[in-house]
């Protein structure tokens, strides 16, 4: 008899899975039709059976914000790998050196510094590093600041021993691709003319997915939050509600007034990120219900709005604002069809932040 969600204790993550395969299928199928590339980021969902499914569904390879997340995909068995991230410092550089020898690995690179520690870290082993420059096209992150900058810097990673200049990587901010096509466009002009064409022009970012083919330039496509979904990327008009697939289930615990419930499910258990948006999820059930404040353990909902109250011991499904922090914050989420539980998954890179 398989398991309901109402034997599961909380606060806990539920995994719809077959929304979240409809996901994965329903942008795989948008890529395809486009000639698109796809490189999930796996930050979202941080477990090797999502990422092979990605794999497995069409995807050229996964991109990892960290190296630790990158360790444990390869330990999985995953063989073709992007961490888009300055490493920094000789232990990191160490490990970087023995991932390399396991898989096909490229890493990113802003300044002659973090250059400079690839370069003495691979400048006496068989197998060369791939390294991209990372180019900032508007986030205000990391990057280079123009195309003149991407192309001194990969002068710099071809002219050194152990790397291989492998192209150009960014991170659009949400809603501003064609400032990041046009800033692109201008680097790969620059580059090839340099004699330095990029083999790779990778981009992302799930908020614009369904215009990534307005980028043809770009051979590679990085979305994250695409295989769940949230609160945000519903307001970015990604998908709806309806196509969420994973909610926080918690129980009330407390309702001291009319107007006022207490979740089980505070900071430590939903996102505090609120990303312009008012309240910190979504109650299925109770759209009208705000949940106003998180502390540690308790989330405080205002009722004041809402026709319908919860009882104590109601529990309820809460589509966060944002999935991918959700996910580094349990050992462990419930994989579910409807109301029952196919499976319970150890979130693999958890806490891999190092």
């Not at 090797?48 to 050229?60: C, V």
């Not at 802003?110 to 986030?139: H, I, Q, R, W």
């Not at 914050?329 to 932040?353: C, I, N, P």
Request: proline share 6%; hydrophobic share 40%.
């Amino acid at each position: 008899m398989p398991q309901s969600i109402d034997t599961l204790e909380t606060p806990c993550v539920l995994i719809d899975i077959d929304r979240a395969d409809a996901n994965l299928k329903r942008a795989q199928d948008y890529a395809d039709a486009h000639g698109v590339h796809l490189r999930p980021h796996i930050k979202t969902h941080k477990l090797p059976l999502f990422a092979k499914r990605q794999l497995e569904l069409g995807a050229i390879g996964i991109t990892c914000q960290k190296l630790g997340e990158a360790e444990v995909m390869a330990d999985a068995g995953i063989e073709d790998i992007f961490l888009p991230y300055n490493l920094v410092g000789p232990e990191k550089l160490s490990r970087l050196r023995a991932l390399n020898e396991r898989t096909t690995l490229a890493v990113t690179a802003d300044s002659e510094f973090v250059v400079n520690g690839y370069a003495s870290t691979f400048a006496d082993v068989g197998k060369p590093l791939t390294v991209l420059v990372e180019c900032d096209t508007g986030m205000g992150r990391c990057g280079v600041q123009t195309p003149d900058d991407a192309v001194a810097l990969a002068r710099i990673i071809a002219s050194r021993n152990g790397l291989v200049f492998g192209g150009i990587m960014t991170y659009p901010a949400a809603g501003a691709a064609p400032a990041a096509r046009a800033w692109l466009g201008e680097a790969v002009e620059k580059l090839s003319a340099a004699g330095l064409p990029p083999r790779i022009v990778s981009t992302g970012g799930t908020p614009d997915i369904w215009s990534a083919h307005e980028t043809p330039i770009a051979t590679e496509y990085r979305p994250g939050t695409y295989i769940y979904l949230d609160r945000y990327q519903v307001a970015k008009g990604v998908g709806t509600l309806e196509d969420c697939a994973l909610t926080v289930l918690a129980t009330v615990v407390s309702r001291p007034t009319e107007n006022r419930a207490i979740i089980d499910a505070g900071s430590k258990a939903l996102t505090s990120d609120l990303l312009g948006l008012s309240g910190f999820g979504v109650i299925q059930g109770y759209p009208d219900a705000v949940i106003s404040g998180l502390s540690e353990e308790h989330g405080t909902i205002d009722l004041s709005g809402s026709a319908q109250k919860p009882a104590i011991g109601e529990r309820l499904r809460i589509v966060p604002n944002h999935a991918c922090p959700v996910s580094n914050l349990y050992d462990r989420v419930h994989l579910v069809s409807g109301d029952h539980v196919v499976e319970t998954a150890a979130v693999s890179a958890r806490g891999k932040v190092e």
